[in-house]
């Protein structure tokens, strides 16, 4: 189905209903930023889980579980089953998960495992789980 477009003498286009395509494309340009930032902000697919919940997924050895708090903080209180790959280090370290796993990410707090879940899901990783409330909330 072809869609006419009218050209007049100031050299505006004009779909047939009246709308102006420079108006159109506008929009459609703000929208589309508007929804880069969204995602960029809001990763999709990471899974939130509670402390009570993890209790019952920590003996799944189809998951990895990494604490991305300071070496400092995990040898003062730390969860057996999780390894210690630092935040800062989880670029580098990155290679030693894999991506046919869950990877199940805590923190102190649930701040930055949420920045290292967002990290994870743009290097590729496709099932990403956060807990929310960190060590924090774990008892």
């Avoid at 903080?73 to 894999?98: A, T």
């Avoid at 869950?102 to 495992?113: A, L």
Wanted: net charge positive; with cysteine; glycine share 8%.
């Amino acid at each position: 189905m072809a869609m006419l477009i009218y050209s007049f003498n100031n050299g505006e286009y004009f779909f047939p209903v009246g709308g102006c395509i420079v108006e159109y494309i506008k929009y459609i340009v703000i929208a589309v930023i508007v929804i880069y930032f969204i995602t960029r902000m809001f990763p999709t697919n990471v899974r939130n889980i509670t402390s009570a919940q993890l209790k019952g997924e920590l003996n799944d050895k189809n998951k990895q579980f990494v604490d991305v708090r300071t070496s400092g903080e995990y040898k003062g209180n730390h969860i057996r089953q999780f390894q210690n790959i630092p935040l800062q280090l989880l670029e580098q370290k990155i290679n030693q998960l894999s991506k046919d796993k869950e990877i199940v990410v805590i923190c102190q707090s649930g701040m930055r495992s949420n920045k290292a879940c967002k990290i994870l899901k743009k290097r590729g990783f496709k099932h990403v789980t956060n807990v929310k409330g960190g060590m924090s909330a774990w008892s």
